[in-house]
T-cell receptor, first 112, second 113 residues
């Protein structure tokens, strides 16, 4: 089983719809992250959480919200999806003492 | 309309040769650096890291070099294999923003027989 699991793996949704991407981890890490990847642009941080009661905006948080339901679960929501949110989304976790982040397999989201 | 994505820099390497992937990082305050490998359809995987108090670190078949003077990071892969074909990202982080990785755009490595 994967240490960082994202669901769904692929999703096509219509403009204006609300959608939630889910992430769960079995690594026991406190810190969780959501990144977005666009072709040729690397990964950009959307939101991050250093523990269950901590939520912080990343560099591209507009149009997104998150919920840290438990230490192991961190979900990303698009309240009203728009086509330029079409991208590959990655959840990641890290230990507070180490910088290395562990990534899930990604969710490919298409907004039509 | 059709979106036009940016094209990644591509490094074409013959199997068995050594690869050198370069990265110019942006923040002079960054003090921790990681190289990630991303294969098609997968999430990024950790390869090797280095702290700013070092200028070289070696792993299995990989070496990372750090030149803080010119803010340059490189990844050397020895005896490149077909399984090394992937996109490689450098990422940087500061102590003040520990955990928040800033990623470069990536380099596509293509290994030819």
């Amino acid at each position: 089983d994967a240490d960082v699991t994202q669901t769904p793996r692929n999703r096509i949704t219509k403009t204006g719809k609300r959608i939630m991407l889910e992430c769960s981890q079995t690594k026991g890490h406190d810190r969780m992250y959501w990144y977005r990847q666009d072709p040729g642009l690397g990964l950009r941080l959307i939101y991050y959480s250093f523990d269950v009661k901590d939520i912080n905006k990343g560099e591209i948080s507009d149009g997104y919200s998150v919920s840290r339901q438990a230490q192991a679960k961190f979900s990303l929501s698009l309240e009203s999806a728009i086509p330029n949110q079409t991208a590959l989304y990655f959840c990641a976790t890290s230990d507070r003492a180490k910088g290395e982040a562990f990534f899930g397999q990604g969710t490919r989201l298409t907004v039509v | 309309g059709e979106s036009v994505g940016l094209h990644l820099p591509t490094l074409s390497v013959q199997e068995g040769d050594n690869s050198i992937i370069n990265c110019a990082y942006s923040n002079s305050a960054s003090d921790y650096f990681i190289w990630y490998k991303q294969e098609s359809g997968k999430g990024p995987q950790f390869i090797i890291d280095i702290r700013s108090n070092m200028d070289k670190r070696q792993g299995q078949r990989v070496t990372v070099l750090l030149n803080k003077t010119v803010k340059h990071l490189s990844l050397q892969i020895a005896a490149t294999q077909p399984g090394d074909s992937a996109v490689y990202f450098c990422a940087e982080m500061t102590t003040d923003s520990w955990g928040k990785l800033q990623f470069g755009a990536g380099t596509q490595v293509v290994v030819t027989p």
